[in-house]
T-cell receptor, first 112, second 114 residues
Framework: EAQVTQNPRYLITVTGKKLTVTCSQN?????MSWYRQDPGLGLRQIYY???????DKGDVPEGYKVSRKEKRNFPLILESPSPNQTSLYFC???????????FGPGTRLTVL | GNSVTQMEGPVTLSEEAFLTINCTYT??????LFWYVQYPGEGLQLLLK?????DKGSNKGFEATYRKETTSFHLEKGSVQVSDSAVYFC?????????????FGKGTLLTVNP
């Protein structure tokens, strides 16, 4: 089954404790992206990747890092999480030839 | 920059009622337009899309027409069902460029009562 998976689905952590949210897709998609969803703001792009070893900032990259060492994986790294990063995070992917983006199920992160 | 404005929710309807969720956009060039749906506890799913002016996207009884003259992409369904209860997002992707970033509206929560 074609899908985008994220882990963990839920995470509660404390300020300053490094964490990684994983994202994996099994569709051989070149493009992957991270969004955060906040009430009243919709979804905003954090980072994106056009292919392996090619990443760039989206609209709200501060406090986040990403890497793309393999085509299928695109982890989101929070080196020192802060409470304003409490949000619902979505990973998405697409192939270069089609317009449809596929979204993961989301990761709800709470930073205390 | 690009932006999407969609009607504020929540919207509550009875089963078999007519649905309209308004969406207008601001963008340079000729963006592609999308409606995504988010069911409770799930990620976003593409509902329909349109890539050029006057295109009509349709899926599962939902329709939306790309109106360049009014910069709009309103979502409609003639007879909603309880299973349509979800959050609906209007989005655009600007033409050209290397980032396939979607610019989303804030979302509209739809609740359909039996």
């Amino acid at each position: 089954e074609a899908q985008v998976t994220q882990n963990p689905r839920y995470l509660i952590t404390v300020t300053g404790k490094k964490l990684t949210v994983t994202c994996s897709q099994n569709m051989n998609h070149e493009y992957m992206s991270w969004y955060r969803q906040d009430p009243g703001l919709g979804l905003r792009q954090i980072y994106y990747s056009m292919n392996v070893e090619v990443t760039d900032k989206g609209d709200v990259p501060e406090g986040y890092k990403v890497s793309r060492k393999e085509k299928r994986n695109f982890p989101l790294i929070l080196e020192s999480p802060s409470p304003n990063q409490t949000s619902l995070y979505f990973c998405a992917s697409k192939t270069g030839t089609r317009d449809t983006q596929y979204f993961g199920p989301g990761t709800r992160l709470t930073v205390l | 920059g690009n932006s999407v404005t969609q009607m504020e929710g929540p919207v509550t309807l009875s089963e078999e009622a007519f649905l309209t969720i308004n969406c207008t956009y601001t963008a340079t060039g000729y963006p592609s337009l999308f409606w995504y749906v988010q069911y409770p506890g799930e990620g976003l799913q593409l509902l329909l899309k349109a890539t050029k002016a006057d295109d009509k996207g349709s899926n599962k009884g939902f329709e939306a027409t790309y109106r360049k003259e009014t910069t709009s992409f309103h979502l409609e369904k003639g007879s909603v069902q309880v299973s349509d209860s979800a959050v609906y997002f209007c989005a655009l992707r600007e033409s050209g460029g290397s980032n396939y970033k979607l610019t989303f509206g804030k979302g509209t929560l739809l609740t359909v009562n039996p």
